[in-house]
């Protein structure tokens, strides 16, 4: 070895490292006083008006404005007092208790000596004492000065303000409202009560009790009370329009939830009411116009409530139904809910507009799949959509079995997933304008050897992609306005997650956007004002600002005009071409569905052909049709609402019915006013099983026909 080799010695390795604080990624230890602000604010011993800043910020105004009324309220006391003392002396001096019992057993004339003596000895005490009480007061002012004397009248003034201390109630001396009082000026705890008590909400001897003082919240006053025991929250939402009326407001500026969850019971409500009409301002415009992106994952800003709470609108995992009558805001809604996903480049968009106008053609720069018109062959090409859709998802199913529990845990589409350009599953959402239009078309389609018209495979084919598209990515939003059970066939209806009423005619419209009974329980669309352009009633599939525990909420939409809206779409544009995202329509691409008939005919199990059913009878028929798909979601159907709608008479139509084989029965159901009354009727229960009778051939006349002796 030379000494070359003998200089060159093996050097230790060199690692490549940083030098990292390990104190930056510690957390930060509270300070003393931190620790005891967060002790003071969960302590359950601590009153919440002390806990809560909005809460002591008002107890203490209210203790400033009692500070400054405190003498006139003493001294008003004080005359109340003298006044209360003076009657009830003179009734002790005048045996007023003895004569009256005197007088009630007609022994008057036999007593009258003995109630007159006893007069005189009252007033000699009187006397007796008044004179002690002037030569008591001459000696002390004589020894002691005046001094005593100011005590003394001291000591009578705070008895007087005792005896004369107004509470509330009717005349001022029964409480009528529990519990921390406050001195608002806008809402006389006794105008509440009174209020509760003309609404019938509750009894005339009842009481209401107050959980959280009123507050300032927004533009109105916030206020929390309990019911007596048995009174329920939900009678005092469905009333509504009552408790308005009795507190001289419009219902629009009335908002009653019952409070849930640990903070509330059955029996608990709070209330908001506005100082003027909430939805009497201009419109707000949407707040995307001022984002560079939206997360589709994210709820899209949807509107305001009466408390000037943003409301988001959540997409993903679910589906929602617009409704409404004309130029009531229903396509701007849809627009809202648009937005959001247009703004996420690696969403992707189907958009049918069957009002054929130019409000959704904007979204033609991001649509992977673009049309407006109303003729039959954009009917059919809408049908070809959803059958590509309906393939689309069980390709999904199929790749997310096949991934392993860290990218899918669940069979549900992740944002992972749909971010991810080979596996090409990005959330997909169907915008329909004028759904009615697809669901009322009557040209005929042959389907596996089955004939059926196309609105029917349209709606079948919306109500399997509603059922099982949510968990692969599929969004589905319809608009319409023509909400009725003819048009929207009630099992679409029943798997549509979100639903968004505008004004319609009636209370049947709005509970076929809404649900069942949702009349009943406060929240019809039909009382919105024609004037609230945009408001409608929301009843989410998810969380919202209003708390989960809402069924429903008021919303007024934001307003997004057409040049924002194309602003939007080119920006979803622009983004897309950025991200390479960019295909189908809005790319210039139009390759043809891939359809695949048998696969979406097994999905929805239409490849067994229907056997002919034989006709029903009059008026059996006729009750069926006017029903539709009504028979399979109402419980009862009134007789007077049957009549009405067939022009039966009524007496020939019972008779009718029952050589049928359905029987009248008498149940109490709400009305259109919210209050309940018992009507005569039919079961639908009933009404199926007399169809299926007459069909199966176990119909009433069954042995009559069968020529046996």
């Known amino acids: 070895m030379n000494a070359t080799e003998r200089a060159v010695e093996k050097a230790e390795p060199v690692y490549d490292a940083e030098l990292v604080d390990d104190t930056l990624h510690q957390p930060r230890r509270r300070t003393r006083w931190e620790r005891l602000v967060r002790r003071w604010q969960r302590s359950p011993r601590v009153p919440r008006v002390l806990r809560d800043r909005a809460q002591a910020r008002q107890a203490s105004k209210d203790l400033v404005v009692a500070t400054l009324k405190l003498p006139w309220r003493y001294l008003g006391a004080v005359v109340r007092g003298v006044v209360l003392a003076a009657r009830g002396w003179r009734r002790w001096v005048t045996v007023r208790d003895y004569r009256e019992a005197a007088e009630l057993q007609e022994k008057f004339a036999d007593k009258f000596i003995e109630i007159r003596e006893l007069t005189l000895f009252r007033w000699r005490v009187t006397v007796a004492l008044a004179s002690i009480a002037l030569v008591a007061g001459v000696v002390l002012v004589v020894l002691w000065g005046y001094r005593p004397l100011w005590i003394a009248a001291g000591v009578i003034s705070a008895t007087f303000a005792i005896l004369g201390r107004r509470k509330d109630g009717s005349p001022g001396r029964k409480p009528t409202l529990a519990g921390p009082r406050t001195l608002t000026w806008t809402m006389d705890p006794q105008v509440l009560v009174d209020a509760f008590r003309d609404a019938k909400l509750i009894g005339k001897d009842e009481v209401l009790r107050l959980v959280e003082r009123a507050t300032r919240v927004g533009d109105g006053w916030a206020v929390t009370v309990d019911l007596p025991a048995t009174r329920k ?112 480049a690696w969403t992707r968009l189907y958009v049918a507009d069957f009002k054929a106008g130019k409000d959704w053609d904007a979204a033609g720069q991001v649509a992977y799949r673009f049309m407006s018109g109303d003729e039959p062959e954009h009917v059919l090409a809408l049908k070809d959509w959803l059958v590509e859709l309906v393939g689309e998802v069980q390709g999904r199913y199929r790749r997310m079995r096949d991934l392993d529990d860290i990218v899918c845990p669940e069979s549900k589409i992740t944002p992972a997933i749909s971010r991810d350009t080979n596996l090409n599953m990005p959330i997909t959402a169907i915008f329909i304008d004028e759904v009615q239009v697809p669901l009322e078309d009557r040209t005929p389609v042959d389907i596996q050897g089955k004939k059926l018209t196309a609105g029917e495979y349209i709606g079948e084919l919306l109500t399997w992609l509603a059922k099982k598209g949510p968990a692969a990515g599929i969004v589905l939003v319809l608009a319409t306005q023509r909400p009725d059970s003819k048009t929207i066939p009630s099992g679409l209806r029943a798997v549509l997650g979100s639903r968004f009423a505008l004004r319609v005619m009636d209370w049947r419209d709005s509970n076929i956007v809404l649900g069942e009974q949702m009349n009943t329980r406060g929240y019809d669309s039909s009382r919105l004002l024609p004037s609230h352009k945009g408001v409608g009633i929301l009843r989410p599939d998810g969380d919202t600002a209003a708390g989960d525990d809402s069924l429903a909420i008021t919303v007024r939409t934001y307003y997004m005009p057409n040049e924002d809206w194309r602003t939007i779409c080119e920006q979803g544009r622009g983004l897309r071409e950025a991200a390479g995202t960019l295909s189908g329509h809005a790319a210039g691409q139009m390759p043809p569905p891939q359809l695949d008939q048998a696969a979406a005919a097994r999905a929805l199990g239409a490849a067994a052909p229907r056997e002919t059913a034989e006709p029903l009878p009059e008026p059996l028929a006729s009750v069926v049709d006017y029903l539709g798909d009504d028979l399979d979601e109402r419980e009862f159907v009134p007789t007077a609402e049957l009549t009405e709608a067939l022009g039966i008479e009524p007496t020939a139509f019972g008779r009718q019915m029952g050589d049928l084989g359905c029987r009248p029965d008498r149940r109490r159901i709400p009305g259109a006013d919210g209050m309940t009354r018992q009507v005569r009727g039919y079961a639908t229960a009933d009404l199926r099983s007399a169809i299926d009778a007459w069909r199966g051939g176990n119909r009433p006349d069954a042995d009559a026909d069968s020529g046996d002796p």
């Open 233 to 344: 929250a939900a009678d005092v939402v469905k009333n509504r329009e009552a408790l308005a009326s009795a507190l001289a407001v419009d219902e629009v500026q009335l908002i009653v939830e019952r409070v849930r969850g640990n903070r509330g019971h059955a029996g608990r409500v709070a209330m908001w009411v506005a100082d003027e009409d909430p939805y009497s301002s201009p419109p707000l415009p949407t707040p995307l116009l001022g984002v560079e992106q939206w997360d589709a994952w994210q709820p899209v800003p949807f509107g305001r409530d009466a408390r000037n709470r943003r409301i988001d609108l959540p997409l993903v995992w679910t589906s929602l139904l617009v409704g409404a009558i004309p130029r009531q805001g229903k396509t701007f809604a849809a627009r809202l809910a648009a937005a959001g996903l247009i703004l996420d």
